[in-house]
Structure formats: structure tokens, C-alpha cells
């Protein structure tokens, strides 16, 4: 049984994709979920959210906006700067906020709420893909630095997972969304986001202090 008993979690983008399952699922497990609604668009305001928060012991750095669907031709300099503003810059002032306290105390983890469009070629999602799978290079890259402060940083790259921003009602209702599940998904159905939070209760807990950098596919088997 995972535990995740008196461990505070600072949990970003709290309204949006993973957030609100995480808030009530983390706090089942005996965490102290701290959640940011904050858009996190600048280093002061990370400062500020980091400072009202007091001990982090984990850090979820679950970001999320709707994702753009233009061809990768039409992209323009205003699109790829908001994407990269909202899914990238964060990951950085988050680190600079947050690392200080976990590198003094020797211990933490860091999990990215990812997507598996980086892992796998989507038509109209240059932009967006580019942006997460910028997300998965910065977690193997900070895993390996921070690993010898015994600080665990790792991600969840996942598609085909119930949620709100990318998956809501009205899209899991229409006919031709379920013929794709089942044409593109092995799994057949959407991952739940029950199934989801239990992946990310195991990585905030101390059965995962062995993982290092690693990026988890979470996605029926479509990536």
C-alpha cells in the first residue's frame, strides 16, 4: 500500500488536466496537497508560490493549455512563444524555487505531468510536441544532476488519459472519437484517471527513490 503520509506536495496548474483527480486521490494517501492555480508566468510569481508553500517535499509540476492544432507550415512566432511559455519556462523557475530547499535537506522529488505526443508523430501538434518533449529532455537532463542530492525527478508522458482539458465529456461522447480509441489505442478505452494518479501516488512515494531521469509512458499503448 502506498503512503503517502505528511508528505506536502505542491501541485501546479491545480484547475487543469491532472490536477483536480490529484488533489482528491494524493490526499487519500495521507499527503498535505498544496495547490497552485497560479499561471506561473514569471520568476517572481514561482518565488511567491513557492514561499507561501513552506516545505516542499514534492514538487508536481502539472501544466497544462489547450493544445493548438495548425499545420506545422503555419505556425507563427506568437503560438510557438505562448506554447513554450506555458508548458517549458515554468520548469526552470520552478527548479530555481523549489531545489534550494531539497538539495539542503537532501531529499525531494519532481515529477512532470508530460504527454506522449512527444514520443510519438502527430499530424498539427508540431508546436505542442515540441514543447513536451522539451518537458522530458529538461527531467532526464535535471535527474541525472540531482539524483547524488537524493532528489528524484522524473515525468509522465501519457495521451489517452480521462481528464478534463483534453479529453472532456464532450469529446469522449462523440462516436467517432471511440472508433478512434479503438482503432489507434490498444488498450481500447481511455486510460482512468484513477489508474493515472496511482502512477504518480508510486512516484511521489519512497518505493520510487531508485527512479533517476526516467520517463514513464502512461497511454493504453499508443506510445
Known sequence: MISLQDKRVLLTHADAFMGPVLIESLGKLGAKVIPSYERLSDKQ?????VSAAGQIDVLIANLAIPAPSTAAVDVDEEEWTAVFEAL??????LLAAVGPQMIERQSGKILIMGSASAQRGMKRASTYSAARGAQLSYTRAVGVELAR?????????????D???YFPDTVQADPRFQARLQREVPLGRLVTAEEDAALVAYLCSD?????????????????
Open 207 to 223: 518505493a520510487a527513490n531508485c527512479h533517476v531521469g526516467q520517463v514513464f509512458p502512461l497511454s493504453g499503448g499508443w506510445a
Open 149 to 161: 542530492h537524493g532528489i528524484q525527478v522524473n515525468a509522465i508522458a501519457q495521451n489517452f488519459v
Open 88 to 93: 517549458v519556462h515554468p520548469l526552470p523557475r
Open 45 to 49: 510569481e514561482v518565488r511567491e508560490v
Open 163 to 165: 481528464n478534463p482539458t
